[in-house]
Structure formats: structure tokens, C-alpha cells
């Protein structure tokens, strides 16, 4: 009976170890979420309640899209194709897609201007 208690118990030490593994865990929750997520989607703001519970829901949705964005040199990518896939609204999906588009546009770096080092370039100009 001792012996099988002990071995009870390690057997659930083991697995329990096992799920909180970061490899383990993150993969057992992406393939959870969809299906027992509920959907998420914003409301029409009417008041100050209202106002709250989007807010309440854009960080449910950043945690639920924050696994499947992904950085590739100085850009971030998008590994999903819609919102469907983590189960939140379209609006959402393209939110956080046009942030970062935005994010990936700002750290470009063609974006500045050549910045002139000769003098005699600038004199040139006037």
C-alpha cells in the first residue's frame, strides 16, 4: 500500500512537471484555445461599462495573439491567417495586424532621409 502510494505520487509530481514544461505548456494551450476560448469581439461603446469591458477585451485578445506573432530580423510577422484560428472577431485580428504593419513601417530602415556629411554638398544647394 506505501509503495503505491509513493508511486501515485510521483507518477502525478512527474506529469504535473511535465505540462509546466515551457515547451509542453505553450503547445498543449495553442491547440486548447480555439476550442474552449470563447469569442471574443468588441461592443458598441454606450457608456462607461461599456468602455471597460473593451479594454478588458483587447488585452484578453493580445494574450490570446502574442504566441503567434513572431520577430524576423528588426520585423515582426503574423503566423495566423485570420482571427478565426485563435477565436476572436475579424476587427480584432485586423487591429492587431494594422499595429503591427505600423510597428514594422517604424522600424524600416529606408524610412530616414540620407543625412548629408560633406559641407560643400549643402553649399552647393543654395
Same mark, same amino acid.
Given at each position: ?25 505553450t ?9 474552449t ?7 458598441i ?23 503567434? !506573432? &513572431?520577430?524576423?530580423?528588426q520585423?515582426?510577422?503574423?503566423s ?6 485563435? =477565436? %476572436? *472577431? +475579424? ?8 499595429? !503591427? &504593419? ?15 556629411? =560633406? %559641407? *560643400? +554638398? ?5
Amino acid at each position: 500500500m506505501k509503495r503505491m502510494t509513493t508511486a501515485f505520487i510521483l507518477a502525478t509530481c512527474c506529469t504535473t512537471l511535465m505540462g509546466c514544461m515551457p515547451e509542453t505548456a505553450t503547445d498543449m494551450q495553442h491547440q486548447a484555445l480555439p476550442s474552449t476560448a470563447p469569442y471574443l469581439s468588441l461592443i458598441i461603446p454606450k457608456c462607461a461599462k461599456d468602455k471597460t469591458k473593451n479594454l478588458e477585451i483587447l488585452k484578453e485578445a493580445e494574450k490570446r495573439i502574442e504566441p503567434y !506573432i &513572431k520577430p524576423v530580423g528588426q520585423h515582426l510577422t503574423l503566423s495566423i491567417e485570420s482571427g478565426k484560428e485563435i =477565436n %476572436i *472577431s +475579424e476587427d480584432l485580428y485586423h487591429y492587431f495586424a494594422r499595429k !503591427i &504593419k505600423n510597428h514594422n513601417r517604424r522600424s524600416s530602415p529606408n524610412k530616414f532621409p540620407r543625412v548629408r556629411k =560633406n %559641407i *560643400s +554638398e549643402t553649399a552647393s544647394d543654395y
